[in-house]
C-alpha cells in the first residue's frame, strides 16, 4: 500500500522539479507575460522574470528540502570528493544540505589534476600495484579486483581510503590510512587529518571540465561505486549541457551511480542529496536540468 506519507514526498517532489525548470528559465512560468500587448510590460517581464524566477526556484528548494529528506542521513556520514575546479560556495552548500538531512560531512578530500589525467596512467597502474603489495589481505576483504585495470583499481583502493560498506561508517583502518598516504605522496589525492571517519556515502563534485577526462572518471566511479554503499556524481549546469557529465551520460554512464546536473543551484543540491539517498539500493538515474530521467528522482 502506498503511504500517506510517500504521496507528499512525491507531490513536494514534483514541485521541485518544476523548481528546476523555473530557476533555469525553462518551467511553465517562463510563459508569463508573452502575450502582453504593451512594450512597457514587456520590458519589466524581461528585466524582471529571470531573476524572480530564479529566486522562487531556489527559495522552493530551500523550504522543501528537509520535508523531502526526513532526517534520513540520521547517523551516516557522507564524504564529500572534490574534482578539479569544483566551486567552493558548491561544496559549502551540499555540507549545508548533508547537515539539514540529518548527516554529517564526514571528510573533504580533493581530487587533483594529475589523478584525473590519462598521462599518469603509468603511475597510478604502478602506485595501485605497490599499494596492493603493501597491504597484504586486506584489499581482498572488500573485493577490490588486483586485475581490474588502472583506474578502476585505483577507485576501488581510494574506496578503502575514504569509504566503507558499513552504514554508520567507521574508523579509517590501518589499510586506509596506507592508501590515504600514498595517495597524498603521489599527488593523486589531498587527505584531510589522518584520522577522518570513513563514510558510506561519497558525493563526486566535478569543476573544470578541461581538467577531467570523461574516461578516467567513468573507472573511478566504477571502482569507488564497488567498495561503499553509494555514490552520485553532481556537476554543474554547463558539464551537464555538453561537458564532460554530458560525455558521461552518452557513453551509458556508470551502473548504480546517479548523476544531477546543475548542482551549483539551489534545486540541484537538493537533488544530488535525493539522489544520494536512493544510490544505496543500486538505483542510478541522470537527473537535472538536462537528465534523461527528470529532473529529480520522485520515487
Avoid at 242 to 270: C, F, K, M, Y
Wanted: charged content about 20%; aromatic content about 2%; hydrophobic content about 40%.
Amino acid at each position: 500500500m502506498i503511504s500517506y506519507r510517500h504521496h507528499v514526498v512525491s507531490l513536494v517532489a514534483v514541485f521541485l522539479a518544476l523548481a528546476v525548470g523555473v530557476v533555469l528559465g525553462g518551467g511553465p512560468l517562463s510563459e508569463l507575460g508573452r502575450d502582453r500587448d504593451t512594450a512597457t510590460a514587456r520590458q519589466v517581464s524581461a528585466e524582471t522574470g529571470p531573476i524572480a524566477q530564479a529566486g522562487y526556484g531556489e527559495a522552493f528548494a530551500t523550504a522543501t528540502a528537509a520535508r523531502l529528506y526526513d532526517d534520513a542521513l540520521a547517523e551516516r556520514p557522507v564524504a564529500l570528493l572534490a574534482l578539479p575546479g569544483a566551486d567552493e560556495d558548491t561544496l559549502t552548500a551540499l555540507s549545508d544540505q548533508v547537515q539539514v538531512a540529518g548527516g554529517e560531512v564526514a571528510a573533504r578530500y580533493e581530487l587533483q589534476a594529475r589523478l584525473t589525467d590519462p598521462t599518469s596512467s603509468t603511475l597510478v597502474d604502478s602506485l595501485g600495484t605497490q599499494v596492493l603489495e603493501q597491504l597484504g589481505d586486506a584489499p581482498a576483504a572488500r573485493g577490490i579486483d588486483p586485475d581490474a585495470p588502472a583506474y578502476v583499481r585505483l577507485g576501488q583502493l581510494t574506496g578503502l581510503a575514504v569509504g566503507s560498506s558499513s552504514e554508520a561508517g567507521g574508523e579509517v583502518t590501518d589499510a586506509g590510512r596506507t592508501v590515504r598516504d600514498s595517495l597524498s605522496e603521489a599527488g593523486l589525492v589531498t587527505s584531510p587529518e589522518p584520522d577522518a571517519a570513513l563514510a558510506p556515502l561519497l558525493v563526486v563534485v566535478l569543476g573544470d571540465d578541461q581538467q577531467v577526462d570523461p574516461d578516467v572518471l567513468q573507472d573511478l566511479l566504477s571502482g569507488l561505486s564497488a567498495t561503499t554503499q553509494g555514490v552520485v556524481l553532481a556537476g554543474p549546469t554547463s558539464s551537464g549541457a555538453d561537458g564532460v557529465l554530458a560525455t558521461l551520460r552518452e557513453d551509458g554512464g556508470v551502473e548504480g551511480v546517479p548523476s544531477v546536473d546543475g548542482v551549483e543551484t539551489a534545486p540541484g543540491q537538493v537533488t544530488t542529496l535525493l539522489a544520494l539517498l536512493r544510490s544505496p539500493s543500486g538505483a542510478g538515474g541522470d537527473f537535472g536540468v538536462a537528465g534523461a530521467d527528470g529532473a529529480v528522482p520522485v520515487d
